[in-house]
């Protein structure tokens, strides 16, 4: 099946800076690459998704980007905010299941 | 139903005994997933079911977990004869299959178990 690894496991930002996870895969038959957010105690909830058709995609101050060249993914979040510490999953598929990746703790410092 | 439904929400047992966990997916999600999480830790694929199609249980970590879905909707996960490291939090998702809707899961609000 599908790998996906995720970096960093943990990262700490100042509020209003950015912040980046990476994820790679390793089934290049892989098209679809969502971010799920989890905050403490919740369940995991989608926030962006990138299909392979596409390089970037941008939802307010969420932006996804797609390299299927180097299987590799990056989330970027822009303008921090302490509401947006939490865990966040990347995951990829190919035809129908759903890897994820070990996930990411972000801490936003206010 | 409006959201994934998972019953129970806790659940406690001892050592040795079976437990079963309940997921009622979204009405007409025609995908359903079970992921175990353990305290801290990342989302662990076990099963999928996609429509009558054989399931994908190349997750499951052993042969005491199995499970089931009956009619394309209920699933049943079960664990026989739990050992303390089953200890966890066992999440149902469901998604639509094609279209731009395919692969977005929604997460059920997961059973957390304790083998004491």
């Known amino acids: 099946g599908e790998n996906v690894e995720q970096h960093p496991s943990t990262l700490s930002v100042q509020e209003g800076d950015s912040a980046v996870i990476k994820c790679t895969y390793s089934d290049s038959a892989s098209n679809y690459f969502p971010w799920y957010k989890q905050e403490l105690g919740k369940r995991p909830q989608l926030i962006i998704d990138?299909?392979?058709?596409?390089g970037e995609k941008k939802d307010q101050r969420i932006a996804v980007t797609l390299n299927k060249t180097a299987k590799h993914f990056s989330l970027h979040i822009t303008e921090t905010q302490p509401e947006d510490s939490a865990v966040y999953f990347c995951a990829a598929s190919g035809a129908n299941n759903l890897f994820f990746g070990t996930g990411t703790r972000l801490t936003v410092i206010p | 139903g409006a959201g994934v439904s998972q019953s129970p929400s806790n659940k406690v047992t001892e050592k040795g005994k079976d437990v079963e966990l309940r997921c009622d997916p979204i009405?007409?999600?025609?995908?359903l997933y079970w992921y175990r999480q353990s305290l801290g830790q990342g989302l662990e694929f076990l099963i999928y079911f996609q429509g009558n199609s054989a399931p994908d249980k190349s997750g499951l970590p052993s042969d005491r977990f199995s499970a089931e879905r009956t009619g394309g909707s209920v699933s049943t996960l079960t664990i026989q004869r739990t050992q303390q490291e089953d200890s966890a939090v066992y999440l149902c998702?469901?998604?639509?299959?094609?279209?731009?809707?395919?692969?977005?899961?929604?997460f059920g609000a997961g059973s957390r178990l304790t083998v004491l």
């Open positions: 009405s007409g999600h025609t995908a």
């Open positions: 990138i299909r392979s058709n596409v």
């Open positions: 998702a469901s998604s639509w299959r094609g279209g731009s809707g395919a692969n977005v899961l929604t």
